[in-house]
């Protein structure tokens, strides 16, 4: 299967914190890629969150998560997770998982999970 599939989504209070995990097949026509959280909120365009590359476990995040928000490889590599901290209602939004792509450049990414829904109320 090489769509992703997210879990872990859920509501919490504001300054709270929630994991996302993403299990993917890994098996992917490409050697190494990179695999990213995305986020889309009611009324606005989806924006990068957060992406990691499969093979070096270098990362890249958006401002607005910088320090908040971790992710990291598990599961040889296979898997995806977000550790979200210190959670802002701003945060609120659709997360998705995407595999084989560039840092977080949506248009790049290949594979798209259905997403799963994070909610922080005040």
């Known amino acids: 299967q090489l769509q992703p599939v997210e879990s872990g989504g859920g509501s919490v209070q504001a300054g709270g914190s929630l994991r996302l995990s993403c299990v993917s097949s890994g098996d992917y026509s490409v050697p190494t890629y990179w695999m990213g959280w995305f986020r889309q909120a009611p009324g606005k365009e989806r924006e990068g969150v957060a992406a990691i590359y499969r093979a070096s476990g270098v990362t890249d995040y958006a401002g607005s998560v910088k320090g908040r928000f971790t992710i990291g490889l598990d599961n040889a590599r296979n898997n995806v997770y977000l550790e979200m901290n210190s959670l802002k209602v701003e945060d609120t939004a659709t997360y998705y998982c995407?595999?084989?792509?560039?840092?977080?450049?949506?248009?790049?990414?290949?594979?798209w999970g259905q997403g799963t829904q994070v909610t922080v109320s005040s």
């Open positions: 995407a595999t084989v792509g560039l840092r977080l450049d949506e248009q790049t990414y290949r594979y």
